[in-house]
């Protein structure tokens, strides 16, 4: 997949440096995968009107610092109204976060599909990942890839 001269220059904007760049993509990648999760768990997509499988709902987001390899960077934690949400990319009260660095990047560059993906990331960080996810996560990563949203 090639990037555009508009999807580069968008990704670039305001970064300083190859960190800057690795430091927005990791963050980009995490709250796109806690979504995912919180979507997976709660077995309905954002914004969907139609009925709930559950009564368990969204319930905002609360910020969470985490260090890097890049530095320190604020999160957007996604919430449930029964606190019952236990993110596995990045679970509560971790403080570092170094799974999506530049490893987990260059999987997906290298595009490995997700059976193994889910398999590197049990394999690596003991994570264990249902197929599903990393299937709705590769697509986050996708569309992050190609662009902002309109």
Known sequence: MAFTNEVLDEILKGC????GIMKRLAKSLAERA?????????????????????????KGKTSEELRTDHGSMET????DREGVFEPQIVP???KEFRVFDDKILSMYALSLTTRRIQEHLKDVYAVDVPLELTSRVTDEAKELAAGPRA
């Open 34 to 58: 806690m979504e995912s999760e919180l979507t997976e768990q709660l077995g309905y997509e954002r914004h969907d009107q139609s009925a709930k499988p559950t009564a368990n709902r969204r």
């Open 92 to 94: 509560k009260r971790q």
């Open 76 to 79: 957007a934690v996604p919430r």
């Open 16 to 19: 300083h440096g190859s960190e």
